[in-house]
């Protein structure tokens, strides 16, 4: 191969992938946090959180070595949960007034805009939608909105409005509301 091929074929090859991503990985209010860098219209698609999916018992004993990693983990199924390792999922932090929603659409979970954002907002979601009542995860709470509820956890103990509101935008996904009649 020529220098000249070389210089061609990098260049097609830059053409084919794109050079950035709709968002990004920036220090937020919180450590660090996923951050629009465009617009986006309510109801639009942003991402799609993807990772390995692994079992509720590998999630258990990932927290004994790696619970950074553990917390990350997000519930898939009745018996499952997306570790996002490394990726954007990893950083897709919560808040009491949430950007943003999970949407698990077959084997895709996808991050969905709950209000019109604007380049700089972040990407937040409600850890709670995504957390059964035999999840026994609980976190402190420092997003900083007015209605924030201090502590984290399952869904069904959320104050009645707020799980109303949330049932009537379709946010708890079947699996979710599955556990606390199980
Ligand atoms: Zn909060």
Redesign the pocket.
Known sequence: MTVMDMTSARSSLGAATPSRTPYAVMPVRNGRGLVALQRFARDAVILELRGRIVSASTVWSMWDHEPRRAANCIRFGPESYLDPGSRPGAFAN???EPATALFREGRRLLVVALRAIRPGDELTHDYSTFLGADDVWTMR?????R????R?GRFDRLPAATLARYRRLGLIPDFIEATATA
């Open positions: 919560h808040s009491c709470c420092n997003c900083g909105e209605a924030c509820r201090g984290i």
